[in-house]
């Protein structure tokens, strides 16, 4: 990818998505979402026929996904923030509507039914939530520090989803969006001051969701929370979940028992496996060589999109990249940490590689925008 | 970013690489599956070697989870075959998600065979079926013994905690009462196990070990099951007890409580229905009269006052009283049961025609104390130790006794009721059985057995019953004569109450008792006309002790009248088809 920084003639601007095209991000985003192709049959074949009929959803995911970035690489990426506003008002909406729909069927639902898709608008709204917050640090302009009253706005705008996506109850995907969001602020380039406001904001919550955490967790929430503390205490009750998923892990060894080989996984000791815990089944059959070359892949793309932050040709392109960045980094972090006993077992999905057709969209979307920003770096 | 990259991969590093091998061990142990192999539940057989229960093979149907894939088709097959309702079933398919999803949930247990090759002709092709045998108890003999046998069922959670370490599961069947109780260790035998490794697909790879089961050791009842269904038709008053026993030995010959149940209720698992049913009716069914049912002696005690005052020496068997009729006592007024009065009597006479004034009297000149002591000499107010669960000591009552639960001195008028073996005293009818026992074998007390051998799987003899002496009776054979030869009168003579338990050519000797529910009869009325729970109990004990094999036994018939009228035809029968002679009826007035 030639840095040109020759100014192109109007006539010559068709050519401009070639030159700054980031094959790199699309290349490894496509591998992951291959290997969780893999690894989601690995995880279901057991099952038989109802396993089998996930893997063919998972291809028709990725391919939607495929189609989705092709047909987002058409348009500016200005057009995220002119709508900023509209697609933060959206998935409000829409996650509004899950939670009555939920209320109205008896107990809480994650997804929303249309036609004969199921999606989760929590998924969506991480990434509405990342164009709004990098739409108003950059209307806010380079100016210094900010008061701490201009972070009020971003809190509410933040609050609001996790809110909503709490009483769901989805802890993990809340928790993921509190760390976008305040990744994101401090990105902004924030002043110590506004830093220590937010942290003593975020402290409060953090308290006032404790305080009240007997009402808003679920008992299964509480319970996951507590063996996370201690997994060995109750090896078949809560404690179930972790202490199978790192023997998975621990048993892979180097190389891995190989693939179809997993007993932890062929066996179904492993719960959730083709969800939550895929990377367990990739650690089990592929092994300590197989994970560092996943972990290596995403650390790559992590890379390419900090490299798209650089290279971004406004403050808008800049935020909106870091966000999209920071959304799949906090996802893997916060899976790959759960599967390995490092951090409570929340559910959160591994982009690319669980089983989801929202969670996928969502990571090539990211993508996507990473891609579109950086191959109109030179289109002002 | 690349910091937290590398600490997920340092902890990748510790978790694959360092500790790897540990993890290795612990999937390994999760791949070998440890497979129970449950002993067979050892037989109860009576003493001529029939079985009395017994393991048949049962079937269970389930489902294995995770290779259901068509329930609607399963149950549409399997629901009308077993008789489940469909929506029963596919309640029971959903909740075969509790389990693992390799795991077979249970949704029918006893499948009979017809049902069960019905089931296997019409799901070739459904996946997730499963029949599995499971042994299931039976009785040939229905009704037979069945409050002696007992009954099985699941293990209740109370159970299994006590009881987990010793290698019980849930679902487990465990002895609920009776035998299968009391015996459950010899009975359930132990488990054996099999380690199987399987791949990781579930194939199973091979035995790493296997130790088999131990079957569980049989019973050998002292029971023949032929006298005591005999016994069981004889006995066709609504309510009562009967036990018979060798006195020689304390071995039970036959032990009916009335009215039972059928075992087979219970096998594998009785309906919610019957056991409300069994549970509700008044009569009780379930409990076992025999070592639970408490019964006033009524005149039958009337041994026992006789025995205390001869050991006592308070009295010469020639000491005679006068019976009015009726004993006036502190303004109170006891009767006899013959309003006329017996006039001056000694006591074998009063004995024979059972005259209460005289033991009114004899009870007064003892004293209640000297009588409770008699009676506890003789096994009453103490559980046998029969060894069957829950056996209930009936009450003797003393002034010490009186004082501590009641705050009141004792009372004449109780010394006079104990004497006739009413008031507050209260036997099992085992305890009886026991008690006429001593009588014919010389003064021995001695331990009563249901259980001859205990046989392991085997062949080896765990335990053979031998008779265990409680203690002798203080009486000398000077008394010991007097109270047979009063007994045979009572039987013998034509003013005795027990005449109704004449045999031509057998020496019965026996005590009759009627006795009272009611405090206080306030008039004679006809026994028929009185409502059914006022009527007295009918007791007769009776032994044979003249012929080579010997027999004592008590007869009680709940609410059944007079002891003399309803008891002793009762155990002339039975004594008659002990020793195989025809039964010559009641006598002619």
Known sequence: MDRLTIPLHRSERHLVPLVGFEWSMILISLTLAGIGLVAVFSATVASGQPGRSLVLRQVTWCSMGLVLMAASLLFDYDVLRRWAGWLYVAVVGALIAAWVVGKIAGGSQRWLEIGFMRFQPSEFAKLALVVILARYFADRGGRGNPEPRELILPILLTALPVGLVLVQPDLGTAGVMLLIS???????GVGRRALWWGAA???????????????????????????????????????????????????????????????????????????????????????????????????????????????????????TAFGCTVMLFWHVTVNVGMVMGLLPVVGVPLSFLSYGGSSLLAAFLAVAIMVNISMRRFSY | ????????????????????????????????????????????????????????????????????????????TCAPIVGVPPERMRR????????????????????????????????????????????RRVHPFGQSLCHVLGTLGEISPEELSRSAQIGYRGGDLIGKSGLEKEYEPYLRGVDGWERIEIDAMGNQLGSRGRKPPEQGA?????????????????????????????????????????????LNLFSPAISQRQWKSLNSDPLNPLENRAIRGLYSPGSAFKIVTTSAALAERSIKPDQTFTCKGELELKGQSFRCWNPYGHGKIALRRAII????????????????????????????????????????????????????????????????????????????????????????????????????????????????????????????????????NAMLG??????????????????????????????????????????????????????????????????????????GKVAAPIARKIICKYYGVPDPGDPEE
């Not at chain 1, 305040?182 to 902004?188: E, H, W, Y």
């Not at chain 1, 990377?279 to 996943?294: D, T, Y």
């Not at chain 2, 070998?32 to 048949?56: F, Q």
């Not at chain 2, 045999?503 to 409502?531: F, H, N």
């Open chain 2, 1 to 76: 970013m690349i910091a937290v990259v590398a600490i997920l991969a340092a902890r990748l590093w510790h978790l694959q690489l360092i500790q790897g091998e540990a993890y290795v061990d612990m999937s390994r142990s999760n791949r070998m599956k440890l497979i129970r192999l449950t002993p067979s539940r050892g037989r109860i057989l009576d003493a001529a070697g029939r079985v009395l229960a017994d393991n048949s093979p049962g079937f269970t149907l389930g489902v294995v989870r995770g290779e259901l894939s068509n329930p609607q088709a399963v149950i549409d």
């Open chain 2, 92 to 135: 029971l398919i959903d909740q075969s998600r509790s389990v693992a999803r390799f795991l077979t949930y249970p949704i029918k247990k006893n499948v009979t065979l017809e049902e069960v090759s019905l089931i296997r002709a019409q799901t070739t092709d459904l996946k997730g079926v499963t029949l599995e045998v499971s042994p």
């Open chain 2, 218 to 262: 049989d019973l050998v009842l002292t029971t023949d099951v032929q006298l005591q269904q005999f016994v069981e038709d004889v006995f066709v008053h609504e309510a009562g007890s009967v036990v018979a026993v060798d006195p020689d030995t304390g071995r039970i010959l036959a032990l009916v409580s009335n009215p039972g149940f059928d």
């Open chain 2, 490 to 563: 009572v039987v013998s003579e034509g003013r005795g109450t027990g005449k109704r338990c004449r045999i031509r050519g057998i020496q019965v000797a026996g005590k009759t008792g009627t006795s009272q529910v009611i405090r206080q009869r306030q008039k004679l009325t006809d026994e028929a006309e009185m409502p059914y729970h006022e009527r007295p109990h009918a007791i007769f004990v009776a032994f044979v002790d003249s012929m080579p094999k010997k027999i004592a036994l008590v007869v009680v018939v709940e609410h059944g009248g007079s002891g």
């Open chain 2, 353 to 484: 025609e059972s005259c209460d004034i005289y033991f009114y009297e004899l009870g007064l000149k003892l004293g209640g104390d000297v009588i409770a002591r008699s009676a506890s000499l003789f096994g009453l107010g103490k559980p046998t130790g029969l060894g069957l669960p829950d056996e209930l000591p009936g009450l003797i009552p003393t002034s010490a006794w009186k004082l501590r639960t009641h705050a009141e001195p004792w009372k004449d008028g109780e010394t006079v009721n104990l004497s006739i073996g009413q008031g507050y005293l209260v036997a099992t009818p085992v305890q009886m059985a026991m008690m006429t026992a001593a009588i014919a074998n010389g003064g021995k007390l001695l331990k009563p057995a249901i259980v001859q051998q205990i046989r392991a799987a085997d062949g080896r003899i765990v335990f053979d019953h031998a008779p265990v002496l409680r203690w002798k009776v203080p009486l000398d054979d000077a008394d010991l004569t007097f109270l047979r």
């Open chain 1, 182 to 188: 305040l990744s994101m602020i401090a990105f902004a």
């Open chain 1, 201 to 319: 904001v975020t402290v409060g919550i953090g308290v006032l969701i404790f305080l009240v955490g007997d009402h808003l967790m679920m008992e299964y929430q509480k319970k996951r929370l507590m063996t996370f503390l201690n997994p060995g205490d109750d090896p078949l009750g809560a404690g179930y979940h972790i202490l199978q998923s790192q023997i998975a892990i621990g048993s892979g060894g180097v190389l891995g028992k190989g693939f179809l080989q997993g007993t932890q996984n062929q066996l179904m000791f492993l719960p959730v496996k083709h969800t939550d815990f895929v990377f367990s089944i990739l650690a089990e059959e592929w092994g300590f060589i197989g994970c560092i070359a996943v972990l290596g892949l995403y650390l790559a793309l992590f890379l390419c999109g900090l490299g798209v932050v650089g290279k971004a040709r406004d403050r808008f392109g800049a935020l």
